[in-house]
């Protein structure tokens, strides 16, 4: 609720979502506040605290394109303050966020990354979430189900997705592809305040997939190396097979023989397939596979709880040394390096 000025109290209610916007809800309840919105997006939890004993002001409204869902969201705290948020599992849901005013931290268990205005910053699924506002601010999000998220990726690699999708738990600045992507989010929820709206109806389902895509092809996580790949998406059955077999079995002791084995082809022919679709020899995708896996979990870990050797050892590594030779060659830095700046 929202005190005015003669002291009543206002409160403004989300209404059914037709498609276009919403009405602002508007409250200063953190409990009013933190129903709504999770009814809307993800169960969570909301705090406030503030020197000032004033309570903060929350403005949210929702649109939906398809099975996507647009929220706008505002905090006014009128002075210095902390506002967090807690979602103890991003269940099924990726959430994407561009900040368009306030400073932010956001992370996983712990909030240890910041977030400026101009920056994206995507939560993925089936994890916890923490975000602590330090201002005033506001910020665009669409939620994405993981479905249609997954769905979007197996239609652009060409093969099944085996492994949990993962973002970059880093914010991305809106700058070359991304900025492409803040300014289509931006067009999209401009379209959806018209009475006319041209998304608000068939062209939804192509408007909606070519979101999703430049979410992929810009936000970089743990299958981009497939898609930084220019090659004819379209590949052969027995390289996609191949391929999906190793996605699924990367840190497994396997060999080329097993790769022939799930391709159905000899090993001339696979070679042949991984070096035409994919530039490289089936060992090599395996090993990028591995380092891009072991990336992706040192920059997601603690390095007091974390160990190069394990996490080495986990993604299919069996020597150390070459590992973290391969890994320098690959991202221009040691993993040690990686996990110290995580």
Known sequence: MTIGQ?????RSQIGVNTGRWTPYFVSSDPRETSEIVGKNIISHSLSHESRQKRPATVRFRTASLGTLTFHE??????????ARINVPNMANIYLCEINLGGEMAVGQLRADRSFHPGEVYMINANGPHTKIWHTDGRQMMVKIHQTDMEAALERRIGM???????????????????????????????DLELEGSFFDGPGSGDAMQMLLDMMLNTLPHNYSHLLSDRSPTLRPRHVRHAAAYIHGHSHEPIGLDDMVQASGVSRRSLHAGFQKYYGVTPM????????????????????????????AMDCGFNHLSKFAQAYKERFGELPSETLRNA
């Not at 949990?164 to 401009?190: C, E, H, N, Y």
């Not at 591995?290 to 974390?306: E, F, I």
């Open 6 to 10: 003669n002291g009543s109290q206002k």
């Open 73 to 82: 969201m505002g905090y006014s705290m009128f002075g210095k303050g902390e």
């Open 160 to 190: 099944p997705v085996r492994d949990p999708l993962f973002f970059d738990r880093s914010p991305q600045q809106l700058s070359g592809g991304v900025a492409t992507l803040g300014k289509m989010i931006d067009l999209l929820a401009q």
């Open 284 to 311: 090599i995708y395996l090993r990028n596979v591995r380092l891009d896996n072991a990336r992706l979990v040192l920059k997601q870990s603690d390095a007091g709880d974390t160990s190069v050797t394990g996490v």
